[in-house]
């Protein structure tokens, strides 16, 4: 095994033409070269140099060895400057993944506050609903999910393995026409919507809105289904149903047309950000998450 700190000292006999004028170069005593020169011929398995006297030639193997020892080193140079930058936070890559209302609200936020603090820290953002963000997490395709599972919901071991840091409780609130009775009460009970047709929102949602008013002694009718959530507000809007919307969601959206109330019995979801063990060591995915947390506490 060549080491690095060998190759310089190689390098810096052959420069210097001597052992004594290669440790005041490098800094350090004749004996040490003359000890470092020999672990690196033990290394090679043949000799590098040849000694006449005080004079000193590198053999044929010690010219190739020189040969390649300043591209080795000026490529651990930048290997280090780049490593050092990453861990400094001058520099670095994360891969985020986010649902759509996490997107519109605490990213934003986060994001801004990331690139104020550490500009040469660059962020990639993709959108995906969990499961869906948390498999590309596992996969290695992204280094932080934002995520949500609901309360009581079945499944809480599923994110064990990962790192989870907790960063909000969003509650549905329920979503009416302007013009419906109850758009302007204090709260609904779920079950007074029972007879209601509803527009749906994300599969992981709509499943939880089926859950929610089974649970209340109903099943939902629903009409319309979209992930889009500007498109659910319209849909409530024009009047063709109600629905339930994580309050995040409405908070990313204008709802024209609608109305917001509190819903009995509450129904919440916990917002969490998602990494792997390992990747929450890392400077720049930890100080995401860092800023996740302090917009999540603005929100």
């Known amino acids: 095994m060549i080491e690095a700190r060998h190759l310089r000292v190689l390098r810096a006999v052959a420069t210097t033409g001597s052992f004594s004028a290669a440790g005041r170069e490098l800094g350090c005593t004749q004996p040490a070269v003359s000890q470092q020169m020999k672990a690196l011929e033990t290394s090679v398995g043949t000799p590098l140099l040849v000694r006449n006297g005080r004079e000193m030639r590198l053999t044929q193997a010690g010219e190739a060895l020189v040969r390649h020892a300043s591209g080795i080193l000026a490529g651990l140079t930048a290997a280090e400057e780049e490593v050092a930058a990453i861990a400094g936070l001058r520099a670095g890559r994360v891969r985020l993944v986010s649902f759509p209302s996490g997107s519109s609200t605490l990213v934003p936020t986060a994001l801004a506050a990331l690139r104020a603090a550490h500009p040469g820290t660059r962020v990639s953002l993709e959108e995906a609903e969990p499961p869906k963000s948390v498999e590309l997490l596992r996969a290695g395709d992204c280094d932080i999910a934002l995520a949500f599972r609901y309360e009581g919901a079945a499944g809480a071991e599923e994110w064990d393995d990962l790192v989870v840091r907790p960063l909000l409780t969003d509650r549905l609130v329920g979503l009416l026409p302007e013009r419906h009775r109850l758009a302007h009460a204090a709260s609904v009970a779920l079950g007074e919507l029972a007879d209601e047709p509803w527009i749906a929102g994300c599969p ?84 995401t998450l860092e800023q996740l947390r302090r917009a999540a506490r603005r929100a």
Do not use: M, W
């Open 204 to 287: 992981r949602c709509r499943g939880q809105l089926v859950q929610a008013c089974e649970n209340v002694g109903f099943t939902p009718r629903i009409d319309f289904a979209t992930d889009d959530y500007p498109a659910v507000v319209g849909l409530v809007g024009a009047g063709l149903g109600v629905a339930v919307l994580p309050q995040l969601a409405v908070e990313s959206v204008r709802p024209r047309g609608a109305r917001t109330v509190a819903l009995e019995p509450a129904v919440v979801r916990e917002i969490v950000a998602l990494t792997l063990p390992d990747l929450a060591q890392v400077p720049a995915v930890a100080a």
